[in-house]
């Protein structure tokens, strides 16, 4: 009797981490498709607040902490060092201080990302999601445009820069994944939605994500041919 209890308690705290490790993984992807809807804001906030107190129980359930080293660890925590020392020297402390707050929000989402998402079936879930969310705001993005005016095609975004800044980051991601992608359906989808991304930026008339571009493309035939 002793050791069937011992057993049932055993299997219940296992489901009860499954379960815990897919509400932080659920709560992660709401998380990252809210971030380039500005009206989702309150998703974002809520969500990430949630998904602290996630973490904690998880961290002390396990009594470890979800942390994976990977290679930028030493020039990322010595850039928020950097950012935090110069706060005090801002023209706008507070301002300043408020946007520290949102990079060690964005750090702590990186390594939840790395450490609950690491896992190739997580993994391909978080690339599908994300070229969703590419495909999305380049239709959106393309159809206000308007040659009389650059600034309307923003998307769901705030500005055209901001918009120009999410295309910039994403593109490289899509063509990698057409070219590479070995599976023919997948890489289609790929290939669509680098060509949406690519034309949307162009659409935008920036000539700062023009010469992004040039230089992402430049990269990526360098990486390619070696």
């Known amino acids: 009797m002793i050791r069937q209890g011992m057993l ?6 296992l489901t009860w981490g499954i379960r815990l490790e897919q509400a932080i993984r659920g709560l992660l992807f709401v998380y990252i498709a809210s971030l380039p809807f500005p009206k989702l ?4 906030r809520h969500a990430f607040i949630v998904l602290m107190g996630l973490l904690v129980i998880w961290s002390v359930v ?5 942390f994976v080293p990977t290679p ?3 020039p990322l925590l010595a850039w928020v060092i950097w950012i935090g020392i110069t706060i005090p020297f801002a023209s706008f402390p507070d301002y300043s201080l408020k946007e520290f ?3 060690l929000q964005g750090v702590i989402v990186f390594y939840a990302v790395v450490f609950f998402l690491g896992h190739e079936r997580q993994r391909n879930a978080l690339v599908n999601l994300l070229v969703l969310i590419v495909i999305v705001v ?5 159809y206000q445009f308007d040659p009389a005016n650059y600034q309307a095609t923003r998307s769901f975004l705030t500005s055209e820069v901001w918009l120009t800044t999410f295309l910039v980051m994403l593109i490289p991601l899509c063509w990698a994944l057409a070219v590479f992608d070995r599976q023919k359906a997948r890489s289609a989808v790929f290939l669509i939605a680098g060509f949406l991304a690519t034309g949307c930026l ?3 008339q920036s000539r700062s994500g023009l010469l992004a571009l040039v230089v992402e493309a430049w990269i990526f035939v360098l990486l390619y041919r070696h």
């Not at 804001?41 to 974002?44: A, D, K, N, Q, S």
């Not at 380049?138 to 393309?142: M, N, P, R, Y």
Request: hydrophobic share 55%; glycine share 10%.
């Open 8 to 13: 049932s308690a055993n299997a219940f705290g």
């Open 41 to 44: 804001l309150f998703i974002e």
């Open 62 to 66: 396990n009594r470890r902490l979800w």
């Open 72 to 74: 930028i660890d030493a």
């Open 101 to 103: 707050g949102k990079l």
């Open 138 to 142: 380049s239709l959106a993005g393309i």
């Open 202 to 204: 162009l659409l935008t």
